[in-house]
């Protein structure tokens, strides 16, 4: 069974950075596109960056032009690179399939705590 690993959050000041990391255990990340979600405190998960097998991405208008999302299939890993951070990026961290048919059983997360 696949397993996801997420990985890199903390604390972090406004306006910083963090790199976040997701391992995939299994060939989950070949081929399919896969997505960075989060999840704050009493709202929903939401879906904020995705990026397909051959490498093109998306964004939630949220995190476009801060955010940016990478993969390395020969690794099944994915990345999150995020800039600029602002308070309300503060949530749990999660990465998993973008497709719902597609999608493992999800990580424990990583948390990213912005504040001063």
């Known amino acids: 069974q696949v397993q996801l690993v997420e990985s890199g959050g903390g604390l972090v000041q406004p306006g910083g950075s963090l790199r976040l990391s997701c391992a995939a255990s299994?060939?989950?990340?070949?081929?399919?596109?896969m997505g960075w979600f989060r999840q704050a405190p009493g709202k929903e998960r939401q879906l904020v960056a995705t990026?397909?097998?051959?490498?093109?991405?998306n964004y939630a208008d949220s995190v476009k032009g801060r955010f940016t999302i990478s993969r390395d299939n020969a690794k099944n890993m994915v990345y999150l690179q995020m800039n600029s951070l602002k308070p309300e990026d503060t949530a749990v961290y999660y990465c998993?399939?973008?497709?719902?048919?597609?999608?493992?059983?999800w990580g424990q997360g990583t948390q990213v705590t912005v504040s001063s």
């Open positions: 990026v397909r097998g051959d490498g093109s991405t």
């Open positions: 998993n399939a973008a497709a719902v048919y597609r999608r493992a059983p």
């Open positions: 299994g060939s989950i990340v070949s081929g399919a596109s």
